[in-house]
């Protein structure tokens, strides 16, 4: 087992996890966004399994640059952490990559680590991070915010997306190139609307400051018709016809 903090230098040797075609677009955009967020002080790091395959990753980042609607001060910020293929599930990479970012915060100084998670899609759940300490701290629609103190300090806590959301009349579609899969639903959701007439405005958050004012919970990618939220994640273009087809019912 091995860990690899994935750098600036090393990048396209290793790769970026979740999107292996280092021609597609979405792994170009998420590698441009990792260059500007890796001088932030962004780590993204990837565990290696004992059979050599790469089982997995973590990628963090100070908590004053996350790109989730979250506010907390002086923390280590986890936006993401997946094990995949299932093979590599039950196997302690994930605990293992949770403990590299807990020792990170402690060397660093920070107050703790914080972290949203959920049952639903897109985000893991917070099994993982109750079993190494971390506790609840707010809910909020589907979400759960985790956070992990050092020290004590103001507690970490969720921005009110719910009040964002009201701003948005029409169809918009909010996203960011934190996800590298959010490219491919712009192209499809775009195209999608095109065929039924309908005008999707898109709107690419381009720092942390905006995702943390993002209209949904998980803040990269947000589906809005007049004020409403149809999908807080990455969604396919069939998910969207089939959203379509319950919205557009007279």
């Known amino acids: 087992m091995k860990i690899i903090d994935v750098t600036l230098d090393n990048v396209l040797e ?12 979405g792994f ?3 590698l441009a966004w990792f260059q500007k967020r890796f001088k932030e002080g962004m780590k993204f790091k990837l565990i290696h399994a004992d059979d050599g395959g790469v089982a997995g990753f973590i990628e963090y980042i100070p908590s004053e640059y996350a790109w989730r609607p979250v506010e907390a001060q002086n923390y280590l910020f986890i936006h993401c952490i997946m094990m995949y293929p299932n ?16 020792d990170d915060a402690k060397k660093s100084a920070k107050a703790g680590v914080a972290v949203m998670t959920s049952d639903g899609a897109w985000i893991a759940n917070k099994q993982l991070f109750l079993k190494h300490g971390f506790e609840v701290v707010e809910k909020k629609d589907r979400f759960e915010l ?17 009040e964002e959301v009201k701003k948005y009349k029409g169809w918009h579609l909010v996203y960011a190139d934190q996800c590298p899969w959010n490219e491919k639903a712009v192209e499809a959701l775009l195209n999608t609307a095109a065929d039924h007439n309908i005008s999707l405005k898109v709107k690419k958050l381009t720092n942390a400051r905006a995702a943390q004012k993002a209209p949904t919970g998980y803040g990269v990618f947000n589906l809005i018709k007049d004020g409403n939220v149809l999908a807080d994640h990455y969604i396919s273009a069939t998910r969207f016809k089939n959203i379509l087809k319950k919205e557009l019912v007279v």
């Open 87 to 102: 093979k590599y599930k039950g196997h302690q990479y994930g605990s293992q990559l949770v403990k590299s970012c807990l």
């Open 146 to 162: 985790l956070a992990f103190s050092f020290k004590n300090g103001p507690t970490p806590k969720f921005y009110d997306w719910h």
């Open 14 to 25: 290793h790769g970026l996890f979740c999107s292996k075609n280092k021609k597609s677009a």
């Open 28 to 30: 170009r955009k998420k």
